[in-house]
């Protein structure tokens, strides 16, 4: 389900806040996938976490500025160089602000 992302009460009235839910198709497991979203992730103060699923799906978690949340789900598209996305879902939602750093799962 997507909504529209709403500015976090405590930014800066001019930077929009935001979340995002990920999950993501393909040759993504065994590909280093989750290593790089954790560096991508850090390099742009995005906290959240990344993980493998049963399905051979990887499923991730961003949240903070919308531009670099943005920036993880474009990179989500194309993954590490080994990675071969077929498909990507991302869910939008409000942020919440419960989350703590990066962690890789």
Do not use: Y
């Not at 991508?40 to 995005?46: G, K, M, S």
């Amino acid at each position: 389900m997507r909504h529209s992302v709403l500015p976090s009460s405590e930014a800066n009235a001019s930077v929009t806040e935001s979340r995002a839910h990920v999950f993501v198709e393909g040759d993504v497991q065994h590909v280093h996938f989750r290593d790089n979203a954790h560096e991508t992730a850090r390099a742009h103060d995005v906290e959240g976490w990344v993980r493998n699923l049963e399905d051979g799906r990887v499923e991730a978690l961003f949240e903070g500025r919308e531009e670099d949340v943005n920036t993880m789900i474009d990179w989500c598209e194309r993954g590490p160089i080994k990675a071969d996305v077929s498909g990507i879902e991302v869910e939008e939602g409000d942020p919440q602000g419960d989350l703590d750093g990066f962690e890789k799962h």
